[in-house]
């Protein structure tokens, strides 16, 4: 079978396959730090580019095996990684055309900057609670944090579960799922640089405790500040 027709049809069912969790996880990850970058290469070929960065440190375990697994699964390609020089900028990287279509032609992600513009894919907004919870567990490891505040007013740690994002229709998006099972702050801030991003905080240990039995984190480098609370 002449090889084009081989991957058309591969991707096919790709864009076709029931949704999985893991593929939410995956889709809400290149939401929170995740790159798709079409272009042609020096020798003249399209190139089919996605990738998700990180820490080079705290999300190591993260990018090399929970991504790691779910792009190999999801593409049958396994990802590589690297360390961009004089960062500590982790990159898990890959070329692959199942996983580009897929995150463009089924979930209507343009390559190129989303960081002012991206949403969750409305069919999973349309799919159910579980599939949205895994999606937003996706948005958080990558581009959430985890503080504990340790100040003398209060009597033990007090968690707060942050996310920052300068795209409006996300935050609007995650707010409005989110304040349907927590109590929420959700205000509008400033970056360093004084542009204009938004914040959503879930906030204290009850709340805390109740967003780990809903969602969770995959990401040790949250996890391992959770644990440390309980």
Not at 69 to 77: F, N, T
Request: glycine share 6%; proline share 3%; net charge positive.
């Amino acid at each position: 079978m002449n090889s084009n027709i081989v991957f058309y049809v591969k991707v096919q069912e790709l864009l076709n396959t029931p949704l999985t969790e893991e593929l939410c996880e995956f889709v809400g990850a290149i939401i929170g730090d995740g790159c798709i970058d079409g272009y042609k290469n020096k020798y003249g070929k399209y190139a089919n580019h996605v990738f998700i960065t990180g820490n080079a440190l705290l999300d190591h375990d993260y990018l090399t095996n929970k991504m790691t697994e779910a792009m190999l699964r999801i593409s049958g390609k396994r990802p590589s990684t690297y360390v961009r020089k004089n960062t500590n900028t982790m990159v898990l990287n890959i070329y692959s055309k199942q996983i580009f279509a897929i995150l463009t032609e089924r979930f209507g992600f343009k390559p190129g900057n989303k960081t002012y513009t991206v949403t969750i894919p409305q069919e999973i907004m349309n799919a159910g609670e579980k599939f949205i919870f895994a999606t937003i567990r996706g948005i958080f490891d990558t581009d959430g944090c985890v503080y504990l505040d340790v100040r003398k007013i209060y009597k033990k740690v007090y968690p707060r579960i942050i996310l920052k994002t300068v795209s409006y229709p996300l935050f609007l998006q995650v707010k409005e799922f989110l304040e349907k099972y927590f109590s929420l702050y959700a205000a509008k801030k400033k970056t360093p640089l004084g542009k204009p991003c938004y914040e959503i905080t879930v906030y204290g240990t009850k709340q805390v405790s109740k967003w780990m039995a809903l969602i969770g984190f995959s990401n040790q480098r949250h996890l391992r500040k959770i644990e440390s609370i309980e």
